[in-house]
DNA sequence: AGAAATTGTCTCGAAATCGAGATACTTGAT
DNA sequence: ATCAAGTATCTCGATTTCGAGACAATTTCT
């Protein structure tokens, strides 16, 4: 249980955080250009790219919290960006697609975004940034493998 | 500039953002077990391994904006766990460090936090922890730079 | 079929975070 | 010595995000 002079996993945690930060900035200062915060910006795009989805589809893949989800949801409803339709297969579900305006907008805003996006992790040559996303890959699923196993614990206690 | 069926740089953001999100689901839950924030454990924490630091230093560390620290700073001043002190050798400065109080709260749960650190990150084996380490050490400050880099184009623009 | 647990969406109030800018001090250039 | 630019901290208002929980629909279990 002590830490030695050189905690991996610490540092690892840190270093983790302090790289998303650093992308993340980019990615934030991409999306202001078009006046859009990184939620909205993260909706258009799922959206664009799978095409229309329930809800808590949509809220899976931005990683935010179900009420925020609506939260935003509403902001580009009025906006005119997206619509909502109710499914026809199970009552609970709500399905988001894009309107046409907002089709056309994350079509025109998506391409210099990614170019920004690029350039953000472009300091890592191809070949490590091909072993960081295996390594990433591994770590997220692991660590969100054991949240839920986690969840189960507090349940069954 | 056309996006192939693998765009490693995207999908290198996209799988950071969700060890990102991942592991820190698990830092969260594990300090709401104390009834901390992360930020505010961030400023106990900062200040428990660093000693007496000025707010500025503080704030580069836990990677949220200036108004937020002081913010967060208030509420732990409020509790009686930091203390402010103005800085003799520059007077813009304001000194934090911990009370007494503080010390001893976060030297009693530092430990099992870190303990669940590890464990968020344990899925990974020691060995490709220190390569992915390495890798996002590299990536981040990698951003980092181009981050600054832009900042001083708008600049001069 | 009926009860219990789960899931999907939303509402509401509270909390965290930000951004712009005010103020005071320091540093660097001329 | 002065002035411009930069840095440190804080204030204030607005925005974003969360958490708890309400409610309806579905699924699972018996």
Excluded: N
Excluded at 125 to 152: F, I, N, S
């Amino acid at each position: 249980m002590r830490r030695s002079p050189t905690d991996v996993p610490l540092k690892l945690w840190v270093v983790l955080a302090r790289a998303f930060d650093a992308v993340e900035r980019h990615s934030r200062a991409s999306i202001a250009r078009f006046q859009l915060g990184t939620t909205e910006f993260g909706v258009l795009e799922v959206l664009y790219h799978k095409g229309e989805l329930p809800v808590c589809e949509v809220q899976r893949r931005i990683l935010v919290e179900s009420s925020s989800t609506t939260y935003v949801v509403d902001k580009l409803v009025q906006r005119g960006l997206v619509r909502r339709r109710a499914s026809g297969s199970d009552r609970r579900v709500t399905l988001l697609a894009l309107t046409p305006a907002g089709r056309q907008l994350i079509a025109r805003i998506f391409p210099p975004h990614a170019a920004a996006m690029r350039r953000a992790v472009g300091a890592l040559p191809a070949r490590q940034q091909a072993a960081a996303l295996r390594l990433l890959r591994a770590l997220g699923t692991g660590a969100a493998e054991r949240l839920t196993a986690k969840e189960a614990d507090h349940d069954h206690d």
